[in-house]
């Protein structure tokens, strides 16, 4: 019995990649030490994997920044208005500028979009096509790094993203005819992948990986006669490698698995964790013959130890459907962080429960044992068959937030929003396009320090607390001096939007080496949702009744929403997410009213992530959004109807929640729209949609620094769709990662365009 991975983390034990690449970006290093570093990470990585008893460890996981971006640059997918950065031959720094100016932008000359990796916290570029790309094979980084582990003694399984994957994930761009599908350029790109795998075959790779996730969605199953040219194409090559199709994500459905068990490829991986349905599909078609089933039963995305009989048992059973059964995680363990062994500050009851990458690679390898020699893994078999006899802890548990919730009853909700508006407009009195900030401010050096110094006792709580204040007075000063009109406290207490409340939350634990990459050298640690959810006492009020205080013009408070306090974190598996949304809710509404007691008009609930955990099959999404709607209101229907309710989402195609969005019943809604192209304000517009909104008029996701015309051009497109009663004006995001020399003239810019803009308003 063999055993794989779909992927590993690339981030390195101690976040290397995240300084090297920071230290790349400032000019403190160049590219050959950038490049040192990513083949040590890679080097570490392969050697691990072989190390750890995997079989057959894939390659080509590695990113500098985003693996769909990487695809993009390897089949020349790169837009035009990058055409000044292009490398000649053989100039590795100008190759690595174009690379990051499509990532992150360059003066003048905007980024690639950025969205959610279907339904995780991964954030990744959007490639854009048109009828004019011309599609070539233009790098040959899968080879690199083969070529690579091979010297290093490893034989590797390459991995690319598979054709259909990348077209459906990208966007048809600007200069592109209506009507125009990327899926046109399908043959155009099945030429580059043929001549990729007679590169591959020809250094010796006995397997490629080439994913298919995209699968798991409606549009994937939708395209399922393109699945089939594509595979009937690069399975008929003759000079290629063995091609293992993986798809993972959720289940592909019997009718997809019946084009991969036809189609002349030589294995099919699967993800019987997300789609354990996918047993019974493959029953359904009789099994895949003689090729290879990749069985994804080791969960990629969470962190809880994998119940090792029932895994077994769902392996034993698939024994017959296939000519060979491979153990694996049902996904790349990019999702999850590296090493438990690092968390020596857990709650031993908890730790005992959990795994992290490193663990759950030993976890695959137990099971091939046990399937190949049962005696070998008896002392392993043992331990885990009493881990997965034990139920959830009742110190875990909390029975009064049981019983508010019962009483609670249904869902509550606020008075209509028209009779709302007069009430909010006579509290704050607020120009036209207000203008405000998503919440956080730049988290400075010596912000950062501070925390750290009162985390490790080098300073007491009252020094730790006056360099917070004082913080808070230098952002509000700002604030006024660039004329925002709702100012917020900037967040210099706050590490994460989501592990703050986690740290305070009781049922929550967090990690100190846990981290994940959320995007490029963004990474985050998600914390542990273990148990029952209560709020234990106030977490916000003295920091925003603080920040209040130092300014006569009104004061957002700023809370992170249920569905998003659930996206970002790692989840108990042992009841429904509804369930557990609702706990958190119910945390979330008595801080509301603590912070409406202390004075505060303005409240901020984000739901960043309420489109990111939306299903990726549309039958799924009535259940999802009425217990992620419920969840919102419960939290914030408690209120008066004088307090505005605020929430804010991004990087999230919106398009399939726009009603959604209109039914949390926010009074306002700030979103990504900057990247987009103000898409979702047509969205909003088509479906009557008459709450206020703050479409994002500049990315703050990219060092650029908009002009005041550029963000105006974003107002007056917005304006087309929008009432300027109810049009408000902010960046897209918060402001956390940027730093001072970009923010403060971005803000004015934004200040100054808002100013224009309201004065032609007021001039007919």
């Not at 489109?611 to 009535?622: M, N, S």
Request: glycine content about 8%; hydrophobic content about 40%.
């Amino acid at each position: 019995m063999s055993t794989t991975v779909l992927g590993y983390p690339r981030i390195g034990s101690n976040r290397e990649l995240k300084f090297a690449s920071e230290s790349y970006w400032k000019g403190d290093i160049h590219a050959a030490e950038l490049d040192a570093v990513a083949a040590k990470l890679r080097r570490d990585t392969v050697e691990g994997l072989r190390g750890a008893g995997i079989d057959l460890v894939p390659s080509n996981t590695f990113s500098y920044y985003d693996h769909v971006l990487d695809t993009a640059v390897m089949v020349d997918a790169v837009p035009e208005r990058f055409a000044q950065f292009a490398p000649g031959e053989g100039d590795r720094e100008a190759e690595l500028r174009r690379y990051f100016a499509m990532a992150r932008g360059a003066d003048g000359v905007a980024p690639l979009e950025m969205t959610k990796w279907f339904d995780t916290n991964y954030h990744y570029l959007v490639p854009e096509l048109s009828p004019a790309t011309r599609l070539r094979l233009a790098g040959a980084k899968p080879l690199a790094e083969y070529t690579q582990a091979k010297g290093l003694g490893v034989e590797t399984r390459p991995v690319l993203l598979g054709p259909l994957s990348f077209l459906l994930l990208a966007k048809r761009a600007a200069d592109a005819p209506e009507g125009w599908r990327t899926i046109e350029l399908l043959d155009d790109l099945l030429g580059v992948y043929a001549e990729l795998l007679a590169s591959l075959a020809g250094a010796g790779a006995e397997w490629v990986q080439i994913d298919e996730p995209v699968l798991a969605t409606d549009a994937g199953r939708d395209e399922r006669a393109a699945l089939e040219r594509v595979y009937a194409r690069l399975g008929g090559l003759t000079e290629r490698p063995k091609i293992l199709v993986s798809c993972y994500f959720g289940g592909i459905g019997h009718e997809s698995l019946e084009v991969l068990k036809g189609a002349p490829v030589e294995g099919v991986g699967l993800d019987l964790v997300s789609g354990p349905e996918q047993v019974a599909d493959l029953a359904r078609v009789s099994g895949l013959g003689d090729k290879t089933l990749v069985a994804g039963v080791v969960d990629g995305r969470n962190v809880w130890r994998t119940d090792i009989p029932g895994a077994l048992s769902t392996l034993g059973s698939l024994l017959g459907l296939a000519g060979e059964v491979v153990v694996s995680t049902s996904c790349s363990l990019l999702h999850v962080p590296i090493d438990l062994d690092a968390e020596t500050g857990l709650d031993p009851v908890l730790r005992s429960r959990l795994a992290f990458a490193k663990q759950k690679v030993a976890e695959v390898a137990l099971l091939g044992t046990a399937l190949d020699d049962p005696d070998a893994a008896a002392a392993g078999l043992a331990e885990a068959r009493t881990a997965s006899a034990e139920g959830t802890p009742k110190a875990f548990l909390d029975q009064r937030v049981r019983a508010r919730l019962d009483a609670l009853g249904a869902d509550p909700s606020r008075t209509d929003y028209d009779a709302r508006v007069p009430a909010q407009e006579a509290a704050s009195k607020l120009p036209l396009l207000p203008t405000t900030t998503i919440g956080s401010f730049p988290q400075t050096a010596e912000v950062r320090k501070a925390r750290a110094d009162f985390r490790n006792g080098r300073i007491d709580r009252a020094a730790y607390e006056g360099q917070m204040r004082a913080e808070i007075d230098r952002v509000i000063a700002l604030q006024e001096d660039i004329g925002l009109d709702l100012l917020v406290h900037g967040e210099p207490e706050r590490n994460d939007m989501v592990q703050y409340f986690a740290e305070q939350l009781q049922g929550y634990a967090t990690t100190q080496f846990g981290w994940v990459q959320s995007y490029g050298s963004r990474y985050v640690r998600p914390p542990i949702l273990f148990g029952d959810v209560a709020r234990p006492e106030p977490m916000t009020v003295d920091w925003i009744t603080y920040a209040q205080s130092r300014t006569a013009k009104p004061v957002k408070g700023m809370l992170t929403g249920p569905v998003t306090m659930l996206a970002w974190s790692f989840v108990r598996d042992d009841q429904p997410l509804g369930d557990t949304a609702r706990q958190v809710a119910l945390a979330l509404r008595d801080e509301i009213a603590d912070l409406e007691k202390a004075g505060i008009r303005h409240i901020q609930v984000d739901e960043a992530a309420l489109r990111e955990l939306l299903p990726l099959r549309a039958a799924d999404h009535t259940g999802y959004l009425d217990w992620a709607i419920g969840s919102f209101r419960l939290a914030t229907s408690g209120v008066a109807d004088s307090t505005q309710i605020h929430s804010h989402m991004c990087y999230s195609e919106f398009g399939l929640i726009v009603g959604a969005i209109d039914e949390l019943d926010a009074d306002v809604t700030s979103v990504e729209a900057a990247r987009s192209h103000m898409e979702l304000v047509d969205d909003l517009a088509t479906i009557g949609y008459r709450r206020g909104i703050g479409p994002g008029v500049y990315d703050i996701h990219s060092p650029r620094v908009p002009s005041a015309e550029e963000v105006e051009s974003g107002l007056r497109a917005a304006l087309r769709a929008v009432d300027p009663k109810r049009l408000w004006v902010n960046p897209d995001c918060g402001l956390k990662t940027r730093g001072y020399a970009e923010v403060e003239p971005s803000l004015r810019a934004m200040v100054a365009a808002a100013k224009k803009v309201r004065e032609d308003l007021a001039n007919g």
